[in-house]
């Protein structure tokens, strides 16, 4: 029935996010004013997030997932392209502007325990936002931190308000994080590797919650992981990162049994199976590393590892985003 | 502030800590009751020397530094006409009148000096008066005879013709036995100074105050300008407190600050701030404040503001920028980034707080630091001129070579209390630092 209402909003409403051709590069320098280069981290992005779905960033460490996450949350300055949310440009928004736009969306990082400052109670921790956006009455402050406990199911409220976070579980912590992301009532949520340090016990716990949130509030959830493995579940799109770049989108089933990418059916392997059998067979995985981002090699960032690499083309010149199958994007010049 | 609370109540494990504690308040109880009952104007007053202490001795010793070392020193005593039985003969045009003043001394020691303060409350003609000494065994000597001003003071002392007369000076030819041996003896007994006065106007009164100066003084002794030590050992308490407090909390909040910010905002911000720091670190402090209070004042407001001004830019910086650092990259300060948190806000409230438990004890042991620093400045003559503090004190022991005259008691109080004080700030400081920093604890 939720799923419905999703549907609704999705159709009513255009993209919430787009990313338009957006490059993050850190300037390497030497001596302090030499410029050596850039690591381009995010590369020449386009994606199209619809209102209220869920969607994953998949790629190995490095890809630069985690930077694209904080170019959109504004953490980076993007040095080349557009964010777009709700039809305005980040690039263009005055300081009011931009802080209105941090309490739309809400950020869930990698390490519960690093994210919540440890000199704070929770309840201090839930205010903080709140104080930070202009909500001067106290009372109402600690009824929307009591809200936000119930929300992630930390209940009752009154048993953790005045705990610290050193006196917390792992998961109570990334509930609490996931609190704090939620009291803004935000449109859309980047959860930047949620789970990655968590026992792996609470971890289908938190990605249930995530999702029931998103489900029930009809948020956007951008949810960056490198464990294909969970993201069925969890999400309803996904776009794999290679090197800065997209390689692959699509929605979930599609893209988990039509993988079109070279690198994304390697990444498909390299899920692990609990198959007896595989104990007698070896996997194919690619050799090598991800690319220096640095000096990225030309052409196809996948061609020195790829095995069905054609000369004089992949090694020459970026492939064009290509529909092999309907909805089903990908970067690859097998498919031109 | 929880960690803060717990470590608090942690202290109470520490003997060190419960001692630096009561050495703190019972500084900081006798601070409280010396500007209350000294005030402040009366201080100064009292420390410009002069006439509240004419009936002081100069430079006596404690009284319990005389009882340790086993003697019976004399003390100064007062004999005042209002308690001797004055004989009166009125006649035409004036009195007669006779003053004994008579005393018990029965000391082991001579007094350090003799002197008569005479007023009289004559219109015009001014009454004529004679001084007759009477020692216990009979003897008399006439002091000779005097007109009287309304404010006459007989410095019996520095009586250079009956100094010749005894062979002796007065304070010890009074006192002494008849026989001609060396070293004099005490003779102890009922003395009398009497007056002979003759008022030629008949409602004109005159009263005497004869004050036998005794060699110790009280609990601290006086100086050379007959001031009781006291005055200035415990009004140096709430100063060097003052000090010491101010200049710490001073230099620690604007060092942290800058630090903090300088970390936060990074590039050249953080540059000006490094090389500042590298600057001011080897920048000699005594003798930029020698300077400024030679050329400029030595008023102790402007010692404390230059003492802050040049603290601001110290090594702390350096410290608390390493501590920092890595503060700066952790991610609940990204996250607070994340939900639009401004700059002041990030530095004062998520980054200074994380590392203010850890620089509670170097507080702590900062403020004694500061507080040798003002008596060392006093000492080298940069003292504040009206205020009386403990490294005053020790300035005037130095100029008067009060070691050399065996004026010990004159440089050890001031120096004794200049210890207790680093002392209890420094047990204090030493436990805070155990409880805040773990990795000193034993576990």
């Given at each position: 029935m939720s799923a419905s209402i999703r549907e609704v909003r999705t159709s009513a409403t255009g993209p919430v996010l787009s990313v338009r051709d957006l490059h993050t590069w850190f300037e390497l320098r030497q001596w302090g004013?030499?410029?050596?280069?850039?690591?381009?981290?995010?590369?020449g992005v386009n994606f199209d997030l619809k209102a209220g779905e869920a969607v994953a960033f998949v790629g190995e460490s490095g890809c630069g997932k985690s930077s694209l996450a904080r170019t959109l949350l504004g953490l980076h300055q993007p040095t080349r392209g557009e964010v777009i949310f709700e039809g305005r440009s980040?690039?263009?928004?005055d300081a009011a502007e931009r802080k209105a736009y941090l309490a739309r969306v809400g950020y869930v990082q990698q390490d519960p325990y690093g994210a919540?400052?440890?000199?704070?109670d929770v309840r201090r921790i839930l205010h903080e936002p709140l104080i930070v956006h202009g909500v001067r009455n106290r009372a109402e402050r600690d009824q929307r931190a009591r809200e936000a406990l119930e929300e992630v199911r930390l209940s009752p409220p009154e048993d953790f308000l005045s705990k610290f976070p050193h006196m917390l579980s792992g998961g109570q912590q990334q509930r609490v994080v996931i609190a704090r992301a939620l009291i803004l009532r935000p449109a859309m949520i980047i959860a930047d590797e949620p789970v990655s340090m968590l026992d792996a016990s609470v971890r289908v716990e938190i990605l249930q919650l995530l999702r029931s949130i998103q489900i029930d509030h009809g948020l956007t959830l951008a949810f960056i992981t490198h464990d294909l493995s969970t993201v069925r579940h969890f999400a309803e799109r996904i776009f794999v990162m290679y090197a800065g770049r997209i390689v692959e989108q699509a929605e979930v089933n599609e893209l988990l049994n039509h993988p079109q990418h070279p690198y994304t059916q390697a990444l498909l392997t390299a899920i692990s199976d609990p198959d007896p059998d595989n104990a007698r067979q070896q996997r194919e995985v690619p050799s090598g590393e991800p690319p220096s981002l640095l000096k990225p090699p030309a052409g196809c960032r996948f061609h020195p590892r790829c095995n069905r690499m054609i000369a004089g083309t992949c090694d020459q010149e970026y492939p064009p985003d290509l529909e092999p199958r309907p909805g089903h994007g990908t970067a690859c010049w097998l498919y031109r | 502030m929880r960690q803060l609370l717990d470590g608090l109540r942690r202290l109470g494990q520490y003997p060190s800590a419960l001692v630096g504690l009561a050495i703190i308040f019972a500084l900081v109880g006798t601070a409280v009751f010396t500007v209350v009952t000294i005030p402040y104007g009366q201080a100064l007053e009292l420390w410009r020397g002069g006439d509240p202490w004419r009936m002081h001795p100069v430079n006596a010793r404690p009284v319990w530094v005389d009882r340790i070392a086993g003697n019976n020193s004399p003390r100064t005593m007062v004999v005042s006409s209002r308690d001797a039985l004055i004989e009166e003969e009125p006649f035409v045009g004036g009195s007669r009148m006779r003053i004994p003043l008579e005393f018990d001394f029965g000391y082991a020691g001579f007094p350090s000096e003799l002197n008569l303060f005479l007023t009289s409350t004559h219109v015009e003609r001014e009454p004529f008066v004679r001084l007759t000494w009477e020692t216990p065994d009979g003897r008399e000597f006439i002091l000779g005879g005097r007109r009287l001003a309304r404010e006459e003071r007989v410095s019996i002392s520095q009586d250079w013709e009956l100094e010749r007369r005894l062979g002796r000076v007065p304070h010890v030819g009074l006192f002494a036995e008849p026989a001609d041996d060396r070293p004099p003896q005490v003779l102890e007994g009922r003395y009398r100074l009497t007056l002979d006065v003759i008022s030629f106007e008949e409602d004109a009164r005159v009263d005497a105050d004869l004050v036998v100066y005794g060699r110790v003084h009280g609990l601290a002794g006086t100086d050379h300008q007959r001031r009781d030590l006291m005055v200035a050992l415990l009004w140096g308490i709430p100063v060097a407190l003052a000090f010491g407090l101010l200049a710490a909390v001073g230099t620690t909040v604007t060092t942290l600050v800058i630090a903090a910010a300088g970390v936060w905002y990074g590039g050249w911000i953080d540059a000006v701030i490094q090389r500042l720091t590298e600057v001011n670190i080897i920048l000699p402090m005594l003798p930029i404040l020698v300077m400024v209070g030679t050329l400029y004042s030595t008023s102790i407001w402007v010692m404390l503001g230059v003492v802050i001004a040049l603290g601001i830019f110290s090594a702390g910086i350096k410290m608390y920028r390493a501590m920092l650092l890595p503060i700066r990259e952790s991610p609940y300060i990204e996250a607070a980034k994340a939900y639009g948190a401004g700059n002041a806000r990030i530095i004062l409230r998520y980054m200074i707080p994380r590392i203010l438990p850890v620089l509670i004890p170097t507080f702590v042991i900062l403020i004694p630091s500061f507080v040798f620093l003002e008596a060392s400045l006093a000492l080298l003559g940069l003292g504040d001129p009206v205020l009386p503090t403990w490294g005053k004190v020790m300035n005037d022991a130095q100029t008067q070579s009060a070691l050399y005259h065996g004026f010990y008691y004159w440089v050890l109080s001031p120096a004794a209390l200049l210890m207790l004080t680093g002392l209890g700030f420094a047990m204090l400081g030493f436990a805070l630092d155990r409880v805040f920093n773990p990795r000193l604890r034993t576990m």
């Open positions: 004013f030499l410029r050596v280069g850039s690591v381009r981290a995010v590369d980040l690039g263009t928004l919540l400052p440890p000199f704070m | -």
